[in-house]
């Protein structure tokens, strides 16, 4: 049996666990938790992020920023793209596959066979594992919501960070903005200073009242910092001066905003100026317009530029449509597949005046994904024309027969930006 099928056989058996039915609670997690001896409790500081996009982005910043100055940093991160092991970071690396073995039979062992959801157990195996070994910083990224995240069991946070709340998960969250930011809202703790990324009105409003109730301090986008680009250079006000810093390497005029987010946290561990500048030059964070350079669908389109995003929400297409805006002109065709949970002509409609054409695939291996054939019909009803395709691979020979000097966005689903990851890594 290789080494990495250890872990694969026990995750496999976790998800067997799952409830019937979805309850959002934090009791499953309380329950495992007090039998694993509290974890939780023994962590180094937390910085706990939540918000519907964004997040990974700015954790990625944050952790090069705490790297560069001398620190380490576990993280904890949602979903992985290419194998599991992804998702957990000890002090900088990527958890080893005996220790996710030995941390998940562990879990497997306290939790006696109760339901239990797969994020909740796995998320128990990262806690604990951070609890065992040092590290100057803990960063946790919600995975769903915030209130009733399975992350949301740390009682007093160093840090929180709520990053853009937008519409995504509404049969879990709420179908308002003001719903879904009381459920992000729900990591702010009492008294723990948090950072509060750009919002609607409708999201600020909630998020600041409940902040009020607790006496959380905040550090809000557009009342105590701001941050803008100017002349290829990255501009950073807060009250304690401006910082004239390099563009994030993290491409799209979005990331000005997550990296804002992100200096507003460093600005308030008490970081440097050149921390901050290498954490904008070294963050990686991967399927965000992320150039592949080798790989299946290179080989079939080896004249194009071809990207990979991971974004699946609206607000996500709002932001790839920006950056398409901002990069050199170039015809621009999608390869998309997308899970039947997401709202799909909301994320293409702001692509639709940026590109000529859409190939729809069906993501391999996955039972939630839309069919090739709705995807390209979403694409229709918006004004993209559309066409379908087997593979990747097979969409991306075809639209380099049509256009080889093309830029090709392979797009729509972190579950298919993964797929794609393992066959180019």
Request: net charge negative; with cysteine; proline share 6%.
């Amino acid at each position: 049996m290789g080494a990495t099928r250890d872990s694969d056989i026990i995750l496999e058996r976790l998800s067997t666990l799952h409830p019937k039915i979805i309850d959002l609670s934090l009791d499953r997690m309380h329950r495992l938790l007090d039998r694993l001896g509290n974890p939780e409790r023994n962590l180094p500081p937390v910085i706990h992020i939540a918000g519907t996009n964004g997040k990974g982005s700015t954790l990625a910043m944050i952790r090069a920023g705490l790297e560069a100055a001398g620190k380490t940093c576990h993280a904890y991160t949602s979903p992985h793209l290419a194998r599991f092991h992804e998702r957990i970071r000890v002090a900088g690396e990527l958890i080893s596959e005996p220790d996710l073995a030995a941390l998940l039979d562990e879990c497997e062992d306290a939790n006696d066979g109760a339901p239990i959801t797969f994020f909740e157990v796995t998320t128990c195996a990262a806690i604990l594992a951070f609890a065992r070994h040092h590290a100057d910083y803990t960063l946790l990224e919600v995975g769903l919501g915030g209130r009733l995240d399975a992350t949301n069991v740390v009682a007093h946070p160093a840090l929180s960070i709520i990053t853009p709340v937008a519409l995504d998960h509404q049969s879990y969250l709420g179908d308002t903005i003001a719903a879904i930011a009381g459920e992000k809202a729900g990591i702010l703790k009492r008294t723990t200073p948090a950072v509060i990324a750009r919002q609607s009105d409708a999201a600020l409003e909630v998020i600041e009242a409940r902040a009020a109730r607790l006496g959380a301090p905040l550090s809000t986008y557009g009342q105590d910092w701001h941050v803008w680009s100017e002349r290829d250079r990255l501009v950073f006000q807060d009250e304690r001066g401006l910082l004239d810093l390099p563009l994030p390497v993290l491409q799209g005029p979005h990331q000005i905003d997550n990296a804002g987010t992100a200096i507003a946290a460093l600005r308030l561990i008490g970081l440097g100026e050149d921390a901050i500048a290498r954490a904008m030059r070294e963050a990686v964070w991967p399927a965000r317009m992320q150039r592949l350079k080798h790989g299946p669908c290179i080989d079939a389109a080896p004249e194009a530029e071809i990207l990979l995003d991971g974004g699946h929400n609206p607000a996500a297409g709002e932001a790839i449509a920006a950056t398409l805006a901002a990069m050199p002109a170039r015809e621009t065709h999608l390869v998309c597949g997308m899970l039947n949970t997401k709202d799909v002509a909301g994320y293409l409609a702001p692509l639709a005046p940026h590109v000529t054409s859409l190939t729809a695939l069906s993501i391999p291996g996955e039972a939630n994904t839309l069919p090739a054939d709705r995807t390209a019909d979403a694409a229709r009803i918006v004004g993209i024309e559309a066409h379908t395709a087997e593979s990747d691979r097979a969409a991306c020979a075809a639209i380099a027969a049509r256009a080889p000097h093309a830029r090709i966005l392979v797009c729509g689903s972190l579950y298919l930006a993964g797929r794609i990851l393992q066959d180019h890594s």
